[in-house]
């Protein structure tokens, strides 16, 4: 199936966790240059665009000869900085990369799009990424999203919570964390930004409870290998180390 595929990365100066991180040096370049060029490096998109909301990003990627887009600075998530970006665009599938994601793993994405080109009867509205959550430790940080599946790598439920919960502590059990990249079809995500908040998406704060509560299938797909999303002033300094690391 020949589709149409495009990126998005939708970045907010205003990070409530970490301030301004999008444009923090990362070994020479900022975080949100180095998303966008690993992006458009893996040649698996038609187009990618930076979704702005604050000049000084918009100016960072444009002035390094990429694409971007000011957007409102009234949306409430990225879902919505995306429709905004491809409401008038013809395009088939949208991938949502997160702009402090700069050490993009193709092979993942790739994943991603096929789950979509052999989805001929359009039965998967979303897919995402997940990797096994190693140390067991990990499992009770709220920071980090747990999600279940059911046998055919479906999505049945995301949360902030350890799950499953392991009731007897007999049973062997793997966790799964989930990585925020999405890939969306158009119809999907344009449908999506119109519906209301539902009552687990507002208790958890997570945004894709949203299709779940309305009935859309969140297809999983395994992601290859480790990424570092950069949340906080050790995350940056794990991700410059790993950049020293890597160009020895």
């Known amino acids: 199936m020949n589709l149409n595929v495009i990126a998005v990365i939708p970045a907010r ?24 060029q690993a992006a458009v490096n893996t040649g698996l998109f038609q187009e990618v665009i930076v979704a702005a909301d604050d000049e000084r ?10 694409q971007a887009v000011m957007t409102s600075s009234n949306h409430q998530s990225g879902s919505d900085r995306i429709a905004e970006v491809i409401e008038n665009m013809p395009v088939d599938i949208v991938l949502n990369i997160q702009g402090d994601e700069p050490f993009l793993n193709k092979e993942d994405l790739q994943k991603l799009i096929y789950i979509f080109e052999k989805d001929l009867e359009n039965q998967v509205h979303v897919a995402t990424l997940v990797e096994e959550l190693i140390p067991k430790e990990e499992v009770f940080n709220p920071n980090n ?11 049945l439920y995301f949360s902030r919570a350890p799950i ?42 997570l945004e894709q409870l949203r299709y779940l509560e309305n009935g859309y299938t969140i297809k999983v797909a395994r992601a290859s290998g480790k990424t570092i999303g950069i949340d906080t002033q050790a995350d940056l300094d794990r991700a410059r180390e790993l950049i020293k690391q890597m160009e020895q």
Not at 59 to 66: A, D, L, P, Q, R
């Open 57 to 66: 990003i918009y100016n960072e990627i444009v002035e390094h000869g990429g």
């Open 145 to 155: 999203v747990k999600v279940v599946l059911n046998n055919i790598q479906q999505a």
């Open 164 to 205: 499953p919960y392991n009731r007897d502590e007999n049973k062997e059990t793997t966790y799964y964390k989930h990585i925020g990249i999405y890939a969306f079809r158009k119809e999907v995500l344009m449908t999506f930004t119109k519906l209301p908040q539902g009552t687990l998406e507002q208790i958890e704060k």
């Open 13 to 36: 100066f205003q990070a409530s966790r970490f301030p301004g991180k999008l444009l923090m040096d990362l070994h020479g370049k900022s975080v949100i240059l180095s998303t966008y």
